[in-house]
């Protein structure tokens, strides 16, 4: 059974950095992708960044493309999201999720770490 865990949330003033850190146990020979998503205070779950697990290629929606970068270490089983230039709108509780093909869906979630940005 996949485990993720992510680490690396905080607090940040607006402008700043934080690199979030999902670590996946149970192995990783099923998974396709992996994933961020993040929700804010009332409003619902929403796609951050997506992986490939075995060639890279990445996927961001645009009001995150440029600012948020995704990545992922395949010998360490960990998968990364560096957030730059952060605005109070980036606010939210970042979630990792896993999943073992190529479809929307995903099987696997994390328990979620808290950002917060101040103005």
């Known amino acids: 059974q996949v485990q993720l865990v992510e680490s690396g949330g905080g607090l940040v003033q607006a402008g700043g950095s934080l690199r979030l850190s999902c670590a996946i146990s149970?192995?990783?020979?099923?998974?396709?992708?992996m994933g961020w998503f993040r929700q804010a205070p009332g409003k619902e779950r929403r796609f951050v960044a997506a992986?490939?697990?075995?060639?890279?290629?990445?996927t961001y929606p645009d009001n995150v493309k440029g600012r948020f970068t995704i990545s992922r270490d395949n010998a360490k089983n960990r998968v990364f999201l560096q957030m730059n230039a952060l605005n109070p709108e980036d606010t939210a509780v970042y979630y990792c999720?896993?999943?073992?093909?190529?479809?929307?869906?995903?099987?696997?979630w994390g328990q979620g770490t808290q950002v917060t940005v101040s103005s």
């Open positions: 992986i490939n697990w075995s060639i890279g290629s990445t």
């Open positions: 149970g192995g990783t020979l099923g998974i396709y992708k």
């Open positions: 999720a896993g999943s073992p093909r190529a479809t929307m869906a995903y099987d696997y």
